[in-house]
């Protein structure tokens, strides 16, 4: 696998993209934004603590806190008040990529075109069966 070259998303710096997906500049700060946060988690009053509150207890932007959880540096079940947001509808979750109501939305729809799919397919079937014969009427005059 080959670097190619890229902009870090955070700093627009130029960088060789390789496993990382951001420069070694911003690599170093989000890991020191990271034991910023998880310093201040793991003490006892703060284990319940919001997203808001974090924030405002260590100066690590929002957008940075949610990152970590959604990757699992912040486990929910240890810190019951840490979320993200849903992909698809900004919903704030502590598991997954979608929201409750949204997974059963996509969940509903492709039931929907299953059931379409096979009802097409049937039909088709029913189709198959049926042949249909013409005939040209002649006329003698």
């Known amino acids: 696998m080959m670097a190619e070259l890229a902009n870090c ?4 710096g130029l960088f060789m ?5 951001v420069c070694q500049n911003c690599l170093k700060q ?7 946060v998880y310093a201040f988690m793991r003490k006892k009053q703060n284990r319940t603590a919001n997203v808001m ?3 405002e207890g260590t100066g690590v932007d ?3 806190i ?3 959880v959604k990757v699992k540096r912040l486990h929910p079940a240890q810190f019951p008040e840490v979320t993200y947001d849903c992909e698809k509808c900004g919903a704030q979750i502590r598991d997954g990529r979608l929201c409750e109501s949204c997974t059963n939305e996509i969940q ?3 039931r ?3 059931e379409l799919e096979q009802l097409g397919e049937r039909n088709r079937k029913d189709d198959m069966g049926r042949v249909t014969y013409y005939s040209a009427k002649q006329d003698n005059d």
């Not at 993209?17 to 997906?21: D, E, F, I």
């Open 30 to 36: 989000e890991e020191r934004d990271f034991q910023t």
């Open 66 to 68: 949610r990152g970590f």
């Open 53 to 55: 509150e974090i924030v």
């Open 62 to 64: 929002e957008v940075t």
């Open 9 to 12: 998303p955070r700093c627009h």
């Open 112 to 114: 929907k075109q299953e």
């Open 108 to 110: 509903d729809g492709v």
């Open 17 to 21: 993209k390789g496993s990382a997906s």
